[in-house]
């Protein structure tokens, strides 16, 4: 680690997470466990995870929802989230990689290199995934720092795809043995299956509260709970958001609100948002519309659908899991038309009254699927804007024109 560089890192979270978490009014008890986790964010759990390296566990550093975790905790591993989601990596990215790639993949090789990121020093490997071609060529380079293993998604969901797909998770539970020196059986993942169903069952039970008008918790708030969801103890964290659960649906019964009734409601569909990546979330509801939902993998795409829990043989758990990762309709895919049903079925059930598209800078895949996106948004009549940026703060008095510009029309 550059301890002298991570402590400037460290330096500048707790201002920033104070002016835009913090200082929100009527939160939710139940957001302080996620606070203390964004406090201990290099403390608690990769202590955790080196402890679990100390009894010889093994630790595996993940940069998309189609790695499948379960594989991993089968075999006595650990998966953690390792997506970039700070400015402060990009620099030491862009000294590798095309100044014009994607800010995620900036960050997320910026994280490793600049070696101020515990999470993305303590992995013992790392497993990427062919989902564009920005994350693939970065692979070749972090390759170089640490073992890597690469599943290649394939780029269609035809029959023969999700078969491909299969073979893909059966040679990656046979890498993760070999690294773990414990064998996945079925007993184990049918135990993982479980525990992260679970997990996903927790996050939708959030999200549900979210479709009440007042909305009982802020989009922020959502977010963080999500974006946090990807490196903590998956059992804990369950536990944690059924308890935060309970508070906002108590919240819903007696109508309170963090916004007003008929405030308009947001929803967010397009690239993900790592952790610290709050700014469209802040500016939106900063200007005074809460987001209701984000249609993206920090978001519906993270637990929208469960593993099937009833096959007990590997062979059987394998297509399941295979079935259940298919599902995610990432632009990675041609055609990706489920993605736009999608956003159309989530706008009706969150009775949304605008729908932003974000689209991280350079990222091709999503702004071109924008096109689609318009299209059959304004087929329906829904008032959509598009936004591209970075994680820079240069674009932030421009954006929030355009926001508060946006957020007027759907007042009138
Ligand atoms: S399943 S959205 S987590 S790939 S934004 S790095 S696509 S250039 S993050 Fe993603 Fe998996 Fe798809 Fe979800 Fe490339 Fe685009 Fe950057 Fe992206």
């Not at 990215?93 to 999470?119: H, M, W, Y």
């Not at 062919?130 to 380079?141: F, L, M, Q, R, V």
């Not at 900063?286 to 929208?304: D, I, L, M």
């Not at 800078?361 to 008032?383: H, M, N, R, W």
Request: glycine share 8%; charged share 25%.
């Amino acid at each position: 680690m550059n301890v002298d560089k991570h402590d400037l890192l460290c330096e500048a979270l707790p201002d920033a997470f104070g002016g835009i978490y913090l200082s929100q009014e009527k939160r939710p008890e139940g957001m302080n466990y996620f606070n203390f986790v964004v406090a201990e964010i290099h403390g608690v759990r990769p202590t955790e995870l080196l402890e679990h390296q100390a009894r010889g566990g093994k630790v595996f550093g993940t940069f998309c929802v189609y790695v499948p975790d379960e594989v991993v905790f089968a075999a006595g591993g650990i998966a953690t989230g390792l997506c970039g989601g700070s400015q402060f990596w990009v620099p030491a990215g862009e000294s590798v990689l095309p100044v014009n790639t994607c800010p995620l993949i900036k960050a997320s090789v910026g994280a490793r290199l600049d070696r101020t990121c515990p999470f993305f020093r303590i992995a013992d490997m790392y497993v990427g995934e062919t989902t564009c071609d920005g994350k693939k060529k970065a692979w070749e380079i972090l390759a170089g720092e640490v073992p890597f293993h690469v599943m290649d998604v394939p780029q269609m969901k035809r029959p023969q795809d999700i078969g491909r797909w299969a073979d893909e998770i059966k040679g990656f539970i046979k890498v993760v043995d070999e690294f773990t020196g414990n064998r996945v059986t079925p007993e184990a993942l049918h135990q993982s299956i479980v525990m992260l169903n679970n997990k996903r069952r927790a996050l939708k039970r959030l999200y549900e509260t979210r479709k009440a008008d007042p909305v009982p918790i802020s989009g922020k708030d959502a977010l963080l709970a999500t974006e946090i969801a990807f490196y903590d103890d998956p059992s804990r964290f369950t536990e944690m958001t059924n308890n935060l659960c309970e508070e906002l649906e108590q919240r819903v019964k007696r109508g309170e609100g963090v916004f007003p009734a008929g405030a308009p409601r947001i929803m967010i569909t397009g690239t993900p948002m790592a952790i610290p990546n709050w700014k469209l979330h802040h500016l939106v509801e900063s200007a005074g519309a809460p987001v209701v939902v984000e249609e993206s993998c920090t978001g519906t795409r993270y637990f929208e659908h469960l593993v099937e829990e009833e096959p007990r043989d590997l062979d059987g758990q394998i297509i399941a899991l295979a079935e259940r990762y298919m599902k995610t309709n990432c632009a990675c895919f041609t055609p990706n038309s489920n993605r736009i049903q999608d956003i159309l079925r989530l706008a009706q059930e969150y009775r949304v009254d605008g729908i932003i598209d974000y689209n991280l800078q350079f990222c091709g895949l999503y702004s071109t699927e924008s096109y689609l996106v318009k299209q059959a948004l304004d087929a329906q009549g829904i008032p959509y804007l598009h936004i591209e940026t970075d994680y820079s703060e240069q674009d932030f008095e421009q954006l929030r024109t355009r926001v508060e510009a946006f957020l007027e029309r759907l007042r009138k």
